[in-house]
């Protein structure tokens, strides 16, 4: 069964730090462009960031420079760790890959920063 499962999440204080996973099954991740998207209270689903199989990295500038995407092949994992976080990075995260031609979603992780 090809699935993406998230992990990480939590409740965080404003500045604090969080690394969240996303582990594939069924399919090889270095092979694909994947995703983390973010979804905020009443908030539309956010593009933030995308490693390609090269191993480039793009991230929206709401987040440059404060998160770090990365995988790795051998655990057949990404990483995307975040750093100085805020209130407003608030959001259940989503990884997500085009698989068949079709949007493959994990279930996503839940973060909440406050104090």
């Known amino acids: 069964q090809v699935q993406l499962v998230e992990s990480g999440g939590g409740l965080v204080q404003p500045g604090g730090s969080l690394t969240l996973s996303c582990t594939a099954s069924g399919i090889q991740l270095s092979l694909y462009t994947m995703h983390w998207y973010r979804q905020g209270p009443e908030k539309q689903r956010e593009l933030i960031a995308n490693?390609?199989?090269?191993?480039?990295?793009n991230y929206a500038d709401s987040v440059k420079g404060r998160f770090t995407l990365s995988r790795h092949d051998v655990n057949n994992t990404m990483y995307l760790q975040m750093n100085s976080l805020k209130p407003e990075d608030t959001a259940v995260y989503y990884c997500?890959?085009?698989?068949?031609?079709?949007?493959?979603w994990g279930q996503g992780t839940q973060v909440t920063v406050s104090s």
């Open positions: 490693i390609f199989s090269d191993g480039h990295t």
């Open positions: 997500n890959t085009v698989y068949s031609a079709r949007d493959l």
